[in-house]
C-alpha cells in the first residue's frame, strides 16, 4: 500500500510538467484546453487514490482505522469524477466538431480515457492487479473484484 500511495502521488504531481514539457519540445501548436482539462482529471482521480492509499497505509501500519468521513468524502470525489468527465467528453465532442487537429484530439481523448479507467478501477471494479496473490485469484475466480476504496465506503457508512 505504501507503494501504491507513492505512485500516484508521484504521477498525480509529475504528470503535468512531464506531459507539458513534452508537448512543447515537439514545437507544434497545441490547443491547450483540449489537452490540460483530461489531464487534470486524470491528476485529480490519481490524488485521490493517493488520499486513499495513505489512509489506507495508516490504517495497517499504526492499527488506526480508517477516518469516519472517509465514505462522505469519497462519495464527493466519486460525483465530482462522473460531472469532471461527462464535461470533458463533451468538450472533446465539441472541439472534434470545431475541427481541433487531430493530434489534440488524440491527447484528449486518451488521457479522458485513462481518467475514466482510474474512475472505474477506484469506484467501481478493480482492474489493477499487481501481485502474483492478485493474478493468482484473477486467475481461479475468472471474475474482477470490487474495490477496497468501493467495500471500505460501504463498510464506513
Known amino acids: 500500500m505504501k507503494y501504491l500511495r507513492n505512485m500516484e502521488a508521484m504521477f498525480a504531481v509529475a504528470l503535468f ?8 519540445s515537439t514545437g507544434d501548436e ?6 490540460v482539462a483530461p489531464l487534470a482529471l486524470v491528476c485529480y482521480i490519481l490524488a485521490q487514490g493517493a488520499t486513499y492509499w495513505a489512509l489506507k497505509y495508516r490504517q495497517y501500519a499504526g492499527d488506526f482505522p480508517l477516518p469516519l468521513w ?3 468524502l469519497f462519495r464527493l470525489f466519486r460525483a465530482s469524477n462522473v460531472v469532471g468527465l461527462l464535461a470533458v467528453a463533451l468538450g472533446l465532442a465539441l ?7 487531430a493530434a489534440d484530439l ?14 472505474i ?14 493474478l493468482r485469484r484473477l486467475n481461479q475466480t475468472r471474475r474482477l473484484r470490487k474495490p477496497m476504496l ?5 463498510r464506513n457508512d
Do not use: K
Not at 106 to 119: P, Q
Not at 150 to 154: I, L, N
Open 30 to 35: 497545441i490547443s491547450w484546453s483540449v489537452r
Open 95 to 101: 472541439g472534434a466538431t470545431r475541427g481541433i487537429a
Open 121 to 134: 478501477n477506484y469506484y467501481h471494479v478493480q482492474l489493477m492487479y499487481d501481485t502474483r496473490g492478485a
Open 17 to 24: 510538467p512531464i506531459l507539458g514539457w513534452y508537448w512543447l
Open 150 to 154: 468501493a467495500c471500505d465506503m460501504r
Open 70 to 72: 472517509l465514505p462522505r
Open 106 to 119: 488524440r491527447w484528449g481523448v486518451g488521457l479522458w480515457a485513462f481518467a475514466v479507467l482510474e474512475h
